[in-house]
């Protein structure tokens, strides 16, 4: 049997469809906060967004995830979507604040009631559901009390996982514990351009610290609860790192954001331990000592599966970059360069060969864990012309060329299980509001029409034949 191949008899000036293997997760990626707005029905508490996006100049246009795609009022419309594309699995993410307003105690019924509302019509319209526990939307209340620095974070999000597994558990197989645990932490702690928007580098390596127990927390939590069958995941915004130079100094500068960027997720995750450079580059931060004897257990508690990230390359050369920055202790030692070529809306290069370094890298780092694209997608400035049409061909190139990387990575026998485009819906784009459209299909944010862009009548293509076609 034919697993990665092409098909059998391509005519002789016809190029060979690429086949992906009979069973491929084909889906398409969402978050809670970006798409369900419903920001103060039936008990939602508030989340660190809600109160980022009303931080004067924190989010373009002073926009927030108040009414987002509306999803929470359009469940079965945007079912019925992902139905028309013929995707197998849908990936979305449960809003902690709409199941434990304050982020503890009972769960709130009315929360968990949407969620089964949701995975009722997906089950109608036989589509997998892929659930993500945490895509950024913290209850305020536990910022309050420290946020992801403070270690007591991770002990409630455990609580909370074991909460949505017993509530869900009869309806979901596939678990996600955090989305992006990189951008939580530093981008949120370091940074400050997420929310809760903090620029204190330090509580930033306590927050990746406490992501990552929370996650072996939430494992062993959903283990307890969840049917054997069940699988768990984590997913993370890999860096696919590169060096500008082979020079001794450009590789210093690599290794450094590789060690922040990669290892400080999959070390404790995947082998129990933290990387020493790292420890060593950080020396003047912290001492580490928030890390306690057994936490890389906890940490290390296995999973089924790893989900990946990815839309552009990070390209790294010595020399100093501005704080605050997302990178603590790297801002005297790296710079990042933006290469020439294609670029997104975003202003991210077009890169799909960074895929397949960041999946044969895997392939040979973590021999035996299935690989999970969960999400993959561009941004470009879309519109709907006068015949109600949206032509996005930029969107259609990329996604070619990324799930073409993907299917290189399968023939050198990386173990790829699925991939989920990001995103079903043009949405909240965290600080740059509703500027940044992701969706293949188009929102307009007014009526709250959606119109599948041409991009999405290529994927439910490549979909139905479970193959790319070939590029001219
Ligand atoms: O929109 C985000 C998503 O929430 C997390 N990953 C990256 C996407 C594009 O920026």
Redesign the pocket.
């Known amino acids: 049997m034919t697993t990665v191949g092409t098909s059998p008899h391509p005519r002789p000036t016809q190029r060979p469809r690429l086949t992906f293997p009979a069973g491929f997760r084909w889906g398409t990626a969402t978050?809670a906060y970006?798409i369900e707005g419903a920001a103060r029905e039936h008990g939602r508490g508030p989340s660190i967004w809600d109160t980022f996006s009303r931080l004067p100049g924190k989010v373009r246009n002073g926009d927030t995830g108040d009414i987002a795609a509306d999803h929470y009022h359009r469940v079965p419309q945007d079912v019925a979507l992902m139905k028309d594309l013929g995707v197998t699995d849908y990936r979305f993410s449960i809003a902690w604040p709409r199941v434990q307003p304050t982020g503890r105690g009972p769960g709130v019924r009315a929360g968990l009631d949407f969620y089964r509302r949701l995975t009722d019509e997906l089950r109608d319209a036989g589509i997998r559901p892929v659930a993500t526990l945490y895509?950024w939307d913290l209850p305020q209340e536990l910022e309050d009390a420290g946020g992801w620095p403070r270690r007591e974070t991770a002990e409630r999000f455990a609580e909370y996982a074991a909460l949505v597994g017993e509530a869900l558990g009869d309806r979901i197989a596939t678990w996600t514990t955090l989305?992006?645990p990189w951008c939580a932490a530093f981008l949120g702690y370091a940074e400050g351009v997420h929310a809760p928007g903090r620029t204190d580098p330090a509580a930033a390596l306590r927050a990746a610290h406490h992501l990552n127990l929370a996650h072996g927390g939430a494992v062993r939590a959903l283990r307890a609860v969840l049917p054997s069958t069940a699988e768990i995941s984590l997913t993370l915004?890999l860096h696919a790192v590169r060096a500008l130079t082979d020079s001794e100094a450009d590789r210093d500068a690599a290794r450094r954001v590789d060690a922040l960027g990669n290892r400080l997720f999959l070390d404790p995750v995947f082998h129990g331990r933290l990387p020493d450079d790292l420890c060593a580059d950080t020396a003047s931060l912290t001492d580490w000592s928030f890390v306690r004897e057994g936490d890389l257990t906890v940490t290390s508690s296995p999973v089924d599966s790893l989900g990946i990230?990815y839309?552009a390359p990070t390209i790294v050369a010595s020399g100093t970059h501005p704080s605050p920055s997302p990178w603590p202790g790297a801002e005297r030692h790296a710079r990042f360069v933006q290469p020439s070529g294609p670029r997104t809306a975003m202003d991210w290069p077009v890169d799909a060969e960074g895929l397949y370094e960041l999946l044969t890298r895997l392939r040979d780092e973590l021999p035996g864990v299935p690989l999970v694209i969960t999400?993959n997608g561009a941004a470009y400035d879309d519109y709907a012309d006068p015949e109600g049409n949206v032509h996005d061909p930029e969107r259609v190139a990329y996604l070619h060329e990324h799930l073409a990387a993907v299917h290189r990575a399968l023939a050198a026998g990386v173990d790829v299980r699925g991939y989920f485009l990001?995103s079903l819906l043009d949405n909240f784009?965290?600080a740059y509001g509703y500027g940044k459209r992701?969706g293949i299909v188009h929102v307009d944010f007014a009526s709250q029409r959606r119109t599948p862009k041409d991009s999405a009548r290529w994927y439910a293509e490549t979909i139905a034949r479970n193959s790319l076609p070939p590029r001219g």
Request: hydrophobic content about 30%; overall charge negative; proline content about 0%.
């Open positions: 978050a970006q895509h989305n992006e915004n990230n839309y999400e990001w784009e965290w992701f």
